[in-house]
């Protein structure tokens, strides 16, 4: 028989879901793919026990008409631009189909995009699927900066597009104002595109500010912006994602997602209105909600003396496991759930770089699952080192 695709040689399965079955068969405490195990806010449950009189048959190809109207009042008022539900959104089956979209409506094969690195595992592959080649540069520690120069030398391979995700996953790295602006004055200089990622937006920890990248002057021209509901509003099974862009860009990224997917589920885009229309408390509190999980985390790590970074935003920490002599990060974090009962993402699977001693864990749970998690940690020595 014929060869099967070739271009998806290149990459592997989801590292992040596999981990997820990986804890599942050890009974071990998942805090590998970020999903919460707590319910999203009870108005927007009543909300979905409602829809059951609402119509279940496909809605417009593009979302909704009142899901739009809802999204683009709030992004309108915290992105701090106009946004025409009409013709400047397209909503999508999660932003994994957003990030998909997007790269298809800008790269044809053989163009390039620069990605970060360290990066979302998706990534990578949207490119390879899109035909483009990706350019990576990479985020120092502890801040996981980046160097202008380096950035400014991937920018004179003439990119089609950058890929920036903000909050980043997996570093939690929140680029700053000044940057983004660098960031756009090179945007303008090789005329680029930006696919941004802001799908965890609203989870950054003080002082630091989340910037859309948007809303910097001259940028909304050229930005496509992609991210969803599923962190805000703690639905990562409603698979409800959204492009805002130029009804230019916007024309073409609805043309690829028709074919895509036809639409995002109908009765879900009803139920999920409530949550858009939610107001500013409800922001605050998710921000002060995922602090305190930060803080009691992070503290449980510090007083097991295990080195980690310290994110800026989203729910991401990455533990430097060198001190237990693998040569493996994945077979450290098989072993883990094994022997020690929590489920982990080996770092090597974010980095384009030769990166082996990181491991990713999240903290979007309750308290008591992340007390019972820093609980099976305080054995990883005992049980882990070679």
């Not at 631009?81 to 009409?86: C, G, L, N, R, Y």
Request: net charge negative; aromatic share 12%; with cysteine.
């Amino acid at each position: 028989m014929k060869n099967l695709s070739s271009r998806t040689k290149t990459f592997t399965d989801s590292v992040i879901r596999r981990m997820t079955r990986v804890s599942l068969q050890y009974g071990a405490v998942n805090l590998s793919q970020g999903f919460p195990d707590f319910d999203p806010p009870r108005e927007i449950l009543d909300s979905l026990s409602r829809t059951a009189e609402l119509p279940h048959q496909y809605s417009i190809t593009w979302g909704a008409e009142n899901f739009r109207q809802a999204l683009a009042r709030k992004q309108s008022r915290f992105m701090g631009i106009p946004i025409d539900p009409a013709s400047q959104i397209v909503v999508t089956c999660g932003s994994t189909e957003a990030m998909m979209a997007a790269m298809m409506t800008v790269a044809d094969p053989g163009d390039k995009v620069i990605v970060f690195s360290p990066f979302y595992e998706n990534y990578g592959a949207d490119a390879i699927l899109s035909g483009a080649e990706p350019i990576y540069v990479p985020l120092y520690p502890p801040e996981f900066n980046f160097n202008p120069d380096e950035l400014e030398n991937a920018f004179r391979q003439n990119p089609k597009a950058l890929i920036l995700c903000n909050p980043s996953n997996p570093c939690g790295k929140v680029f700053t104002r000044k940057e983004l602006e660098f960031i756009a004055h090179l945007a303008e200089k090789y005329d680029a595109y930006v696919i941004t990622d802001e799908v965890y937006e609203h989870i950054v920890y003080a002082p630091h500010e989340h910037v859309y990248f948007a809303s910097l002057p001259g940028m909304f021209e050229r930005t496509i912006s992609c991210s969803s509901l599923s962190k805000t509003y703690s639905i990562t099974g409603w698979r409800l994602g959204y492009i805002i862009a130029s009804p230019e860009i916007i024309d073409v990224a609805r043309k690829v997602h028709d074919f895509l997917t036809v639409g995002a589920a109908a009765p879900l885009q009803e139920a999920a209105v409530t949550g858009l229309n939610f107001g500013d408390d409800y922001y605050r509190a998710l921000q002060k909600t995922y602090t305190d999980k930060k803080d009691l985390f992070l503290n449980g790590l510090d007083a097991l003396q295990i080195p980690h970074t310290d994110p800026q935003g989203a729910y991401y920490v990455l533990l430097d496991i060198s001190e237990f002599g693998y040569e493996s990060d994945l077979v450290f974090c098989e072993d883990l759930a094994r022997l020690v009962g929590v489920g982990a993402v080996p770092g090597s699977s974010f980095f384009k770089e030769d990166v082996n001693h990181l491991i990713r864990l999240h903290f979007a749970k309750q308290p008591e699952t992340l007390q019972e998690a820093l609980n099976r940690l305080g054995d990883m020595r005992k049980k882990m080192k070679k």
